[in-house]
Structure formats: C-alpha cells, structure tokens
C-alpha cells in the first residue's frame, strides 16, 4: 500500500494531546501550512490551537478578499468572483471556530457583500439573493437579516429588467423575493435587532412592501417591542 506524501496546505494531521509539549508542538506543525484535528481531553487545552487556526483562516480570507478587490478593479469579474468564494469558505471556518469574534464576523459579511455586489452589476438578480439568503443566516443574525432584507428588496428592479422573464414571471419572482424580505425582517425581530418601525415606515427601500399584510402586521410587531 503506497502511502501519500504529507504536505503542508494540503495534508490534515490529527494530534493527540496538547498539553506543556503536545501543544507547541502541533502550533508549529500548524505555522508551516499543515491543518489540524485535535483530540484533548479538555476543551480549554484544545483552544489555543483552535484560535491559531481560526486566525490563520481569518488571514487567508482576508488576503484573498484583497486580492478580489485588485482583480476587480482591473475588471477580472470572474477570477475577483472566484477569489471571494475561496476567502468565504476560509471566513467560514474562522467564524465557526471563533463565534464570538467580530473581526471574522465582519470580514465575512464583507466578502459576501462584494459577492452580491458583483451579482448585481452582472443584473443576475437570482444568485444576488442566493449570496443575500446566506448572508441572512450570518452572525449577529438581528444586524445581518435586517441588511439582508434591504439588499434582496434592491434585487427587484432587477426583476423588472431581466428580458429572460415573462410578465408572468417576473410578477412571481418579485412575489417569492418579497416574501423572503419579510421572512428576514420578521427574523431581525425575533433576534433583538436595534430598528425601529418608524425607520421601517422612512426607508423608501422597502416601500414595495407597505401593502402587504404580513408587512403590516410586522410592522406591528416592530411598534410592541
């Protein structure tokens, strides 16, 4: 049986134990490119490799969100597109490892703000709301399902321009998206999010929802709170 040659950036190791000497030792496997699953007998030793790992999937992400950016501006929409779906699944992992990090948090929102930015001004509104949807679900959910809730609502004239739809169509696709900007303000609600009704009532973003009654009845729900 031929065995596989350890490589680092493309080889896991599992390690067992980071105790006084186990835990440097599996950090320096980590500093030259190697990922790790630890096995240890208690959470509190497991977390520095964990936060070494979360920061150096944080800083990939990151580098490769610059990147995008660079790439972008030389009008490279493809590689820029391909650079932010490579650094999100990296911000991923950073924020599941280190939930209650801002930072991580914050760069992960900002990549799949730049995915959705580069969907709109390709007019393909359908991925824009897949990017948006994922968003949605991004910690702290009240802050980040309210935005996501504005942006799907800026996909609608979108709607309105795709030549590929009929009348028809178009009317049910803006009906579905609608329905997903109330599902998202509904679960801004739910999560403490810090608007108000009254900034529900002023944005004139979300003034094709204001004759929908489930619109209406949350906006109810927005003045109790």
Excluded at 143 to 170: F, G, H, I
Aim: charged share 30%; with cysteine; hydrophobic share 30%.
């Amino acid at each position: 049986m031929a065995f596989q040659k350890a490589e680092p950036g493309k080889t896991k190791i599992g390690w067992l134990g980071t105790g006084v000497m186990g835990r440097w030792m599996c950090e320096h496997c980590m500093d030259t490119g190697y990922s790790a699953t630890v096995y240890t007998r208690s959470i509190e030793k497991a977390q520095p490799p964990l936060d070494k790992e979360a920061n150096h999937r944080y800083m990939t992400g990151y580098l490769l969100n610059n990147l995008s950016s660079i790439l972008r501006s030389k009008k490279l929409t493809g590689k820029a597109r391909e650079a932010l779906e490579h650094a999100i699944v990296h911000q991923r992992e950073a924020v599941k490892l280190s939930p209650d990090n801002r930072n991580y948090q914050s760069y992960l929102r900002r990549s799949r703000y730049s995915l959705i930015s580069l969907a709109m001004e390709a007019k393909n509104h359908s991925e824009a709301v897949k990017q948006i949807m994922e968003m949605g679900q991004t910690t702290p959910k009240g802050t980040n399902s309210y935005s996501a809730a504005y942006s799907l609502m800026r996909c609608l004239p979108l709607v309105d321009k795709d030549e590929k739809l009929t009348p028809e169509q178009r009317k049910e696709v803006k009906e579905d998206y609608s329905k997903k900007a109330v599902a998202l303000l509904k679960q801004a609600l739910e999560n403490g999010s810090r608007y108000s009704a009254s900034s529900l009532k002023r944005n004139s973003m979300f003034a094709p929802l204001r004759e929908r009654k489930d619109f209406q009845e949350l906006l109810t729900q927005f003045e109790k709170k």
